[in-house]
């Protein structure tokens, strides 16, 4: 059974500020990861997908990288905006399923003007 | 339509009776999920769709739990005899390869039973 942890559960910044979000999980035979932001009231918006071949997958001010080895992967954002002020959720597939995704339960992001 | 639609957007209903809860994926997206997102609780599996292959339900949580898939396109999530523990918002999502490629998800559907 795949589980995914997210450290911290929450994190405020001031603008403008670099920032790493964790993520781990326990089986790490997976095909991908999947980064995600929920603003409050709404669906999720996906981010950034990583193949399991990659180590990396940048876009803008966002880069996600994947060491399945360790069960980990880290969402960072450069020079943080208080739109970006959010609650990310990273998933991973797993468990001896390559499409039902298990989910963390979020970082919620407060980015301060 | 440009992103994946859910209806209604709010539902409250008494305990008892019967919901339907209505998706409406992107056109072409051969997969589709529902989860259910409670307080607390994070994002939890119901059930998937890929195709025309026969759908994983392995997370309902219960036989009052049912979901369908018409023409490959539009799918219900249908609650009967609905209990408190069943408010919690109800998302769909749909891809153009299961998990190979990124989940686009509606809004919800915020589900309260009084």
């Known amino acids: 059974k795949q589980e995914v942890t997210q450290i911290p559960a929450a994190l405020s910044v001031p603008e403008g500020e670099n920032l790493v979000l964790n993520c781990s999980f326990t089986?790490?035979?997976?095909?991908?990861l999947q980064w995600f932001r929920q603003d409050p009231g709404k669906g999720l918006t996906s981010l950034l997908l990583?193949?399991?071949?990659?180590r990396e997958q940048t876009s803008g001010r966002l880069n996600a990288s994947l060491d399945k080895s360790s069960g980990r992967s880290t969402l960072y954002i450069a020079a943080s905006q208080p739109g970006d002020s959010a609650t990310y959720l990273c998933?991973?597939?797993?468990?001896?399923?390559?499409?039902?995704?298990?989910f963390g339960k979020g970082t919620l992001l407060t980015v301060n003007p | 339509g440009a992103g994946v639609s859910q209806s209604p957007s709010n539902k409250v209903t008494e305990k008892g009776k019967d919901v339907e809860l209505r998706c409406d994926p992107i056109?072409?997206?051969?997969?589709l999920y529902w989860y259910r997102q409670s307080l607390g609780q994070g994002l939890e599996f119901l059930i998937y769709?890929?195709?025309?292959?026969?759908?994983?339900k392995s997370g309902l949580p219960s036989d009052r739990f049912s979901a369908e898939r018409t023409g490959g396109s539009v799918s219900t999530l249908t609650i009967q005899r609905t209990q408190q523990e069943d408010s919690a918002v109800y998302l769909c999502?749909?891809?153009?390869?299961?998990?190979?490629?990124?989940?686009?998800f509606g809004n919800g559907t915020r589900l309260t039973v009084t």
């Open positions: 998933a991973a597939p797993g468990g001896g399923s390559n499409y039902k995704l298990t």
């Open positions: 089986d790490s035979a997976i095909y991908n």
């Open positions: 056109s072409g997206h051969t997969a």
């Open positions: 769709f890929q195709g025309n292959s026969a759908p994983d």
């Open positions: 990583i193949q399991s071949s990659q």
């Open positions: 999502a749909s891809s153009a390869q299961g998990s190979l490629s990124p989940l686009h």
